[in-house]
């Protein structure tokens, strides 16, 4: 009688267990779209959930084209030049980049001098990401946590 009692137990815990490790590594890839941005100065691209440099010039579904150093050409061959923090997707259309700018308020710390510092977060995970704002990691879909 005890036997049985213990074994469906011992189940319920490895149930349990797996259920919240599956939890901790699910990537939400449904919000992060392929495009290109510009991020610190630099081209990058978001391609299947992956932020990675951009390291050819890319065409958009409308004819758009994108070239590494930031400037886009539209088809009717007017030009600009992408900007901090913008992100232009396959479809052509450009926007803030949601993965750089949540709507969430950048978290500040009062020094005793009355100067406020911005604080750090950092993926544990990826620590050459950070950002300035709480969010997720671009690479893993984890929380960042303050950097400390």
């Known amino acids: ?40 100065g630099k081209m990058m691209q978001m391609k299947s959930g992956k932020m990675m440099p951009m390291e050819k010039d890319m065409t958009m579904k409308n004819g758009t084209k994108c070239m590494t150093n930031g400037e886009c050409i539209m088809k009717d061959g007017k030009k600009m ?17 949601s993965m750089m700018s949540n709507d969430k308020k950048t ?10 510092m911005v ?12 950002s300035d704002k709480p969010g997720n990691c671009p690479k893993c879909g984890m929380d960042l946590v303050e950097k400390k």
């Open 81 to 97: 030049m992408m900007q901090e923090g913008e992100c232009m997707d396959m479809s052509g259309k450009t926007d803030k980049c």
């Open 119 to 130: 604080m750090t977060y950092t993926c544990s995970m990826h620590p050459e990401v950070s």
């Open 1 to 40: 009688m005890i036997s049985p009692m213990i074994a469906s137990m011992l189940i319920l815990v490895v149930f349990f267990a797996a259920s919240n490790s599956f939890a901790q590594t699910k990537t939400d890839t449904g919000s992060m779209m392929d495009c290109c941005m510009m991020k610190d």
């Open 107 to 116: 978290s500040t710390v009062k020094k005793s001098s009355n100067k406020e």
